[in-house]
């Protein structure tokens, strides 16, 4: 009978572990294993959880906890837990604070979680309290648990903590000015040109603004006759509505311009003999349009393609001795260029 009731006591005393804390243990998942780490597994022992730490979430059983330490002890704590078939973010601690402090908040938070029961009914301590939760918190890769099995997870370099919320940058502000320069090709009667663009545009709202150009000549026509040869030139000054009907923050843009100015235009002739030498200039208004398609190549700067296309009001007459040989009225262009936004 002595025997017997000593095999019992004995039996006992080796099941009372079992009916101490039949819970699963407490996951710490910590890459690096710092100081963060160690001395919360340590808090949690001592408070008589049971705890692990591991390198990755390899298995937590169902209803198990899962606490995520961030790499180099920075970075918020946060506690997940497992359950029906996928694991949710319950709480987590922010960055913030002294070491000890931050424990303390991980270790109050795991115990109020596994011993929801015992937890006092009152508000919890200001120095225990929960950070605020992220919004919309990422959960980790899909679980499965079933009966008798443990949480799955892919290896440690497939997954990652979900990384913390950032502010969603505002959209980008269109520029209130643009300076333009580009090299235009151009005809006008009485032949081919080569000018230099400058432009300038002010945009008070994002799709309408008034602009400036100028056509400066650096190559112009060259009219021959049996009286001799004449160099033309023809400068332009114009003020324009400005149109973006592609928006100007984008990648790709568009911009339309109708416009009035005004040409200067010049004759410079080498007369031959018997007849002389003559210097002629004359001012006429002028109406066009032009379009510019814009591809952006950094923030600030973009490559601009443009056509121009317009009329001298009234047309111009080159004439030698009397005799009409060209008119200066239609004229086109197009270019290629750059603008710079600020």
Do not use: N
Not at 198 to 224: E, F, H, K, Q, Y
């Amino acid at each position: 009978m002595g025997g017997a009731l000593v095999a019992l006591v004995a039996s006992l005393a080796l099941a009372a572990p079992c009916f101490a804390d039949d819970r699963s243990p407490i996951t710490v998942v910590a890459g690096a294993r710092g100081a963060l780490a160690h001395r919360l597994s340590q808090e949690l022992e001592a408070a008589g959880l049971p705890v692990r730490v591991e390198a990755s979430p390899t298995a937590v059983a169902p209803g198990g906890l899962l606490i995520v330490v961030p790499e180099g002890d920075e970075g918020a704590i946060e506690i997940w837990s497992a359950s029906g078939g996928r694991a949710d973010l319950v709480a987590s601690v922010a960055p913030d604070g002294p070491l000890d402090t931050r424990v303390l908040r991980a270790a109050e938070l795991v115990r109020a979680l596994r011993s929801p029961a015992s937890a006092p009914t009152d508000a919890t301590p200001a120095a225990v309290a929960p950070a605020p939760l992220p919004p919309a918190p990422v959960a980790p890769p899909a679980v499965a648990v079933g009966p008798g099995e443990a949480w799955r997870s892919p290896p440690l370099g497939a997954w990652a903590p979900p990384a913390p919320a950032f502010p969603v940058p505002a959209a980008p502000r269109s520029a209130l000015v643009d300076v333009g320069v580009a090299m235009a090709v151009g005809w006008q009667a009485p032949g081919v040109s080569l000018a230099l663009d400058a432009s300038l545009r002010i945009w008070p709202s994002a799709r309408v603004g008034v602009g400036l150009l100028a056509d400066l000549p650096l190559v112009g026509p060259t009219v021959d006759a049996p009286e001799g040869e004449v160099g033309f030139r023809a400068t332009l000054l114009g003020a324009e509505l400005v149109l973006a009907p592609v928006a100007r923050t984008g990648r790709f843009g568009l911009v339309l311009s109708p416009g009035v100015g005004l040409a200067h235009v010049s004759a410079s002739g080498e007369a031959r003999p018997p007849y002389l030498d003559s210097d002629e200039s004359t001012i006429t208004a002028l109406v066009y349009g032009r379009g510019e398609a814009r591809l952006r190549l950094i923030d600030s700067l973009a490559l601009t393609a443009g056509a121009l296309g317009g009329a001298a009001i009234p047309p111009v007459d080159i004439r030698f001795v009397g005799r009409v040989t060209s008119t200066f009225g239609p004229l086109a262009s197009f270019s290629l260029g750059v603008v710079v936004e600020r």
